[in-house]
């Protein structure tokens, strides 16, 4: 089993930053990509941005050029650096561990975490 920990949501005003994180911990051989859905209130989720263990990175348009998705060195740690925050931003973001590879699960499955609310407002 692997439990994904999101950390670092909160309220901040337009145009201010954020600093999420993301914790994988359980038993686990390799994680094929890590990355980060949000879901605002009466809309599907949606991909923000995802980075593979080879560094790879994928943004959705909204958010590129003020979002940054980066990997910690033990490669179970995901972080999103969100910048020039706007309203539309509001969301839950939820953590998304990718083709997770165990010793129960050879074909690798996802794994998601709780979320965390960031709120943007005046």
């Known amino acids: 089993q692997v439990q994904l920990v999101e950390s670092g949501g909160g309220s901040v005003q337009p145009g201010g930053s954020l600093r999420l994180s993301c914790v994988a911990s359980?038993?686990?051989?390799?994680?094929?990509?890590m990355g980060w859905y949000r879901q605002a209130p009466g809309k599907q989720r949606e991909l923000v941005a995802k980075?593979?263990?080879?560094?790879?990175?994928n943004y959705a348009d909204p958010i590129k050029s003020r979002f940054t998705v980066s990997r910690g060195d033990s490669q179970n740690t995901v972080y999103l650096q969100m910048n020039s925050l706007k309203p539309e931003d509001t969301a839950v973001y939820y953590c998304n561990a990718e083709k997770v590879i165990s010793a129960e699960n050879s074909y690798g499955i996802d794994y998601w975490g709780k979320g965390t609310l960031v709120t943007v407002s005046s």
């Open positions: 359980g038993r686990f051989f390799s994680i094929y990509a």
């Open positions: 980075i593979t263990s080879g560094g790879r990175t």
